[in-house]
């Protein structure tokens, strides 16, 4: 049974830091992508990271590139989402999702049939 849980969210005030993590259990394929998404209330979820795990190949969101940061650790069948300089526009519930049918790692979420429950990550100004 497939499944991901995220935790790491919190409240923050702006400027301020913030590490998710995503633990994935019931994949047994050697190599998959986990993407990090978010989502406003009234808004399409947006993807905002992503990695391969059979590497470090990485693919960002422009609103995020250099200050989030998408890694693995997996020995624990963990992905971590580093988010620094966080601001307002921030604010969401972001999930974690995995695919283990493309070989790219895209940021759009039909590529994407597992997710976990979501995250809320709050910033204030």
């Known amino acids: 049974q497939v499944q991901l849980v995220e935790s790491g969210g919190g409240s923050v005030q702006a400027g301020g830091s913030l590490r998710l993590s995503c633990t994935v259990s019931g994949y047994t394929y050697p190599r998959y992508c986990v993407a990090w998404f978010r989502q406003v209330p009234g808004k399409e979820r947006e993807g905002v990271a992503a990695?391969?795990?059979?590497?470090?190949?990485?693919n960002y969101a422009d609103s995020v590139k250099g200050r989030f940061t998408i890694s693995q650790d997996k020995a624990k069948n963990t992905l971590y989402l580093q988010m620094n300089s966080l601001n307002p526009e921030d604010t969401a519930m972001y999930y974690c999702a995995a695919d283990a049918t493309m070989y790219f790692c895209g940021l759009g979420t039909s590529q994407y049939p597992d997710w976990g429950q979501g995250t809320q990550v709050t910033v204030s100004s």
């Open positions: 990695i391969s795990t059979s590497g470090s190949t990485t």
